[in-house]
């Protein structure tokens, strides 16, 4: 075992924990997993539980986009 086997055992713990937080999408950005994540059952949830929180109905469908927190706060 050599001197430096500690430094890089912590290294390499951090290479694995942010390459597993990019990979989980951990940076808050839109990605094709997360769009996918969203689903026409979903989204149709959702919009039920906006008519019942509004006591109002959709006259027509609504748009989807899938938005980062971020985005969705301004």
């Known amino acids: 075992m050599s001197d430096r ?3 890089l055992v912590i ?5 694995a924990l942010t390459t597993g937080a990019l ?3 951990g940076g808050g950005s839109t990605s094709g997993a997360r769009a996918a ?7 149709a949830q959702i919009e ?3 008519e ?3 006591d109002l109905r ?3 469908p ?6 980062s927190p971020t985005q969705a706060r301004r």
């Open 58 to 60: 959709f006259r027509h």
């Open 37 to 43: 994540s969203v689903s026409p059952a979903h989204i």
């Open 48 to 50: 039920r539980r906006v």
């Open 52 to 54: 019942v929180l509004r």
């Open 5 to 7: 086997t500690p430094e």
């Open 11 to 15: 290294l390499a713990a951090i290479v």
């Open 23 to 25: 990979l989980l999408d």
């Open 62 to 67: 609504v748009p989807v986009a899938v938005v």
